[in-house]
């Protein structure tokens, strides 16, 4: 699998990604320059990683998604290359038209960094076959825009087609308005476009991937990656952690 | 035969050399041109000009609302109670590199790219180096505007699925420059531009006179 993280200023999770994406791929991915104009030949998956690009200053996302590099990546995503979008990178993804939607200021107007629970809407799509239909992870958010909203007809599209993958949930699965922290709509986490492969979340997979994080719930994202590239190394293994809508031991 | 200066002329001239040294120039500290930047704040200067120190920071003029910085170096002017901002603008900004926009043609493009730029106080920051290929283009041109006795200009963003317009103004004179964000949601670009204009006669360059203000202001 080969991969490229995008870096633009401010953006602070790169690294992270990077080392996330070494970690189960076993291949490190390369860096490109948000000044860049092309991707590195045979680039499999673009990540567009969180942080605060250009300091978010005049709107999230908004100064990031008209950097040169974003024409490589419309390009990279019309040929049917796969973009995984996290955070920031969510909010770039939705600025540049890549994905449909806006993220809004979360619901209580604060920025929120803690563990959040998500549900596994379907496990049939590159970024989710490495879990489970129904399961649910735990992953990390940080952000203070992250309340995904949309037209009433674009929210009808993508519930009908299928295209949101994650759900903010209580632990044991259940949509409460309490867990949908930041008032997303219908609790919505994570996306899709209409072809299935360009994929924007709000969560960090890539802080969950390793025993020492205190989970390893995120890992199976880019396991799922791996394995739908046909990368050699073999696929990790799937969440240990049995937080699932039918209880915490079993598997949907 | 020792090489130090035992003879006490040799002293005393050493001595007037250094004293005259340290006598300040009075042209350096009259000239705008001299001050050195001494201290920082978000929304604000400290200033060494010569002896002299000169503090500059920006007020809002509204006991509905509080300045507040971030650690990015922005400065936003909040309201604590935030129903008693019903209908008005989330206010913020941050300090720019005046003597650069002053050389800019300061028109859309120029607004653009200060807003790329991280603010002037951080100092380490990563800032592009490349040029906006593809600048937001402002709804309603570039228009003048005064702000606190600075002048400058000022543009409007349409964020069309969010249903956010945004007013920048860039504002400058001499000593320092600021850029100014008016953000509003559902509003009518018309009615919110007057709403901003209506706003802009409340900010103030609060110019600090004193040593005690000055001790104060330097106080972490």
């Not at chain 1, 860096?31 to 680039?43: A, Q």
């Not at chain 2, 035969?1 to 001239?13: D, E, H, T, Y």
């Not at chain 2, 989330?90 to 028109?107: F, L, N, P, V, Y």
């Amino acid at each position: 699998m080969k991969s490229a993280v995008l870096v633009f200023p401010g953006i602070n999770r790169e690294r992270d990604m990077a080392r996330a994406l070494a970690l189960v791929s076993g291949h490190e991915p390369a860096m490109v320059w948000h000044t860049d104009t092309e991707l590195p030949t045979g680039t499999d998956l673009v990540v567009i990683p969180g942080g605060f690009s250009y300091g978010d200053y005049l709107r999230c996302g908004a100064i990031a998604s008209r950097a040169p590099v974003m024409d490589a990546v419309r390009a990279h995503a019309a040929k049917g290359g796969l973009v995984l979008a996290v955070c920031n990178g969510f909010q770039i993804a939705c600025e540049s038209g890549l994905l449909p939607g806006v993220l809004m200021r979360n619901a209580k107007l604060k920025f929120i960094c803690k563990d959040v629970f998500l549900r596994v809407e379907r496990s049939d799509t590159p970024f989710t076959r490495g879990y489970n239909a129904g399961q649910v992870i735990r992953v990390p958010v940080a952000h203070g825009e992250g309340n995904y909203v949309a037209d009433a007809e674009t929210i009808k599209r993508l519930e009908g087609e299928g295209r949101v993958l994650f759900r903010y949930v209580s632990p044991d699965g259940k949509l409460d308005p309490v867990w949908n922290f930041n008032g997303a709509t219908n609790a919505i986490c994570g996306i899709t476009n209409e072809r299935g492969n360009v994929f924007g979340m709000m969560p960090h997979p890539e802080n969950h991937v390793e025993a020492s994080m205190g989970c390893t719930d995120g890992r199976g994202l880019f396991a799922g990656l791996v394995e739908h590239l046909g990368g050699a190394q073999p696929v990790a293994e799937k969440s240990t952690r049995r937080w699932s809508i039918f209880g915490r031991s079993a598997r949907a | 035969m020792s090489m130090r200066l035992r003879s006490l002329p040799a002293r005393v001239l050493i001595a007037v050399a250094l004293l005259v040294s340290l006598v300040p120039n009075p042209t350096s500290a009259e000239s705008g041109d001299a001050c050195e930047l001494a201290s920082t704040h978000p929304a604000g200067v400290l200033l060494r000009c010569g002896l002299q120190l000169k503090s500059l920071v920006l007020a809002y003029e509204d006991v509905r609302r509080q300045r507040r910085h971030d650690p990015q170096g922005v400065f936003h002017f909040v309201c604590p109670i935030e129903e008693m901002c019903d209908g008005q603008p989330r206010i913020s900004g941050w300090m720019i590199d005046h003597t650069k926009w002053r050389r800019s043609e300061r028109g859309d493009a120029a607004i653009f790219e200060l807003l790329r730029q991280p603010p002037i106080i951080l100092r380490g920051a990563a800032r592009p180096v490349d040029v906006a290929s593809d600048p937001l283009k402002s709804i309603c041109g570039v228009f003048d505007l005064e702000l606190a006795g600075l002048s400058g200009q000022g543009v409007c963003y349409d964020f069309g699925e969010s249903q956010s317009t945004t007013i920048v103004t860039v504002v400058s004179n001499d000593e320092i420059g600021f850029v100014l964000l008016f953000n509003q949601r559902n509003a009518e670009l018309t009615a919110f531009r007057e709403t901003v204009d209506a706003l802009l006669p409340r900010f103030k360059l609060e110019r600090a006179s004193g040593d005690a203000y000055l001790l104060r202001w330097m106080m972490p």
